[in-house]
């Protein structure tokens, strides 16, 4: 479809042929036998149909598009369709008069101007010309635009697939540990370890279905958390526990999927499992000014050596953000004393935002 036939684009289209159907009742009212108003009318009537036919210039511009053809391509091409569309535009202009005007006034028009035809022919051939220049502009501005689209639709796939492919590495991260655990408890405690392999049934059923999804409600994200918690906690007993400091009207909000899962699994990992009479991970949040803050707070002993990690929960939430929120989400540790904070910020979204 012709990019210039909806009614905003086209009626601008129309509006700069104004000044020459002006120009054109002018000369025909000062210069002929016409009143202002025959003059006025033929005019109109003459140019909106050429301004209808040099709509046809986008034709062969499509056909011919700059740079991919010969120049003696190109100028054939416009030139035949120029001196072929002003012959048109002559000869229909003499029909549309001879159907305005009086049999008198049509001869005495006719009889004036025909000195001129060569020169009014000339002119449609340079207005032919002009509305090709003005088509390549058209194009080049439709080409752009899509390109655009283009780019943007590329960058949102690349990210899409960026945030499948780290949310892919959550789940085997966190099975793995689960079945280190439950092999470490088979040796010892059989019942214990029957029981860690119910909850891991369950906390995978219920990863399965959220992790399909792009975001997840907050509150979905904390059942998850006390699901995995319940998981550890066969492993540590009374050496772990859970505090939670959530402001309700935090639930609502979206969230990626198991986004936080990493970081309670490394607070138990890294912070409660290194304490022998064990410890405690907070996990608080806050919807204020539309932002959502998270805090992931567990005990750990500053002194204790490093254990071999490539740090990659963190990583991987650090990754996650970024993809999703890019620069409007944050994540910030803070490893001072005897506990180890980290606490994220990103845009408080809900499921009723459009």
Not at 108 to 120: G, V
Not at 170 to 181: A, E, G, K, Q, R
Not at 323 to 349: C, M, T, W
Request: glycine share 6%; hydrophobic share 45%.
């Amino acid at each position: 479809m012709h990019p210039l036939l909806t009614r905003n684009r086209l009626g601008l289209y129309l509006l700069a042929w104004v000044p020459l159907t002006a120009t054109s009742a002018y000369v025909l009212a000062t210069r002929g036998t016409l009143g202002w108003l025959p003059a006025t009318v033929l005019a109109v009537a003459v140019f909106l149909f050429y301004a209808f036919l040099c709509l046809s210039a986008w034709y062969p511009c499509r056909a011919t598009p700059l740079g991919r053809v010969s120049f003696l391509r190109l100028l054939l091409t416009h030139l035949s369709a120029a001196v072929l569309i002003s012959f048109v535009w002559t000869q229909a202009g003499a029909a549309l008069a001879y159907a305005i005007l009086s049999p008198e006034k049509f001869e005495a028009i006719r009889t004036q101007f025909r000195p001129q035809l060569n020169s009014i022919f000339t002119i449609g051939v340079l207005l032919y010309l002009l509305s090709v220049a003005f088509h390549y502009v058209l194009i080049a501005m439709e080409d752009s635009r899509h390109a655009e689209a283009q780019a943007v639709e590329a960058r949102v796939l690349a990210r899409d697939a960026e945030l499948k492919a780290l949310k892919a590495q959550v789940n085997p991260h966190f099975l793995f540990n689960s079945l280190n655990s439950i092999s470490a408890l088979t040796s010892i405690d059989p019942a214990r370890a029957r029981d860690m392999c119910v909850l891991l049934g369950d906390f995978l059923r219920l990863t399965l279905g959220l992790g399909e999804k792009t975001s997840v409600r907050f509150s979905e994200e904390l059942d998850l958390l006390q699901k995995y918690m319940a998981i550890e906690k066969v492993r540590f007993g009374t050496r772990l526990t859970m505090l939670e400091e959530i402001q309700e009207e935090s639930k609502p909000c979206l969230l990626p999927p198991l986004l936080l899962q990493p970081l309670v699994e490394n607070a138990v990992k890294h912070g409660i499992a290194s304490l022998p009479e064990g410890g405690q991970v907070r996990v608080a949040a806050q919807r204020q000014n539309g932002r959502l803050a998270i805090l992931v707070e567990n005990s750990w002993d500053p002194d204790s050596p490093p254990r071999r990690s490539g740090g990659r929960g963190l990583k991987n939430v650090q990754l996650r953000l970024e993809a999703r929120y890019g620069k409007d989400a944050s994540l910030h540790i803070n490893n001072e004393g005897d506990l180890f904070q980290v606490s994220l910020s990103l845009p408080a979204e809900t499921e009723e935002q459009p």
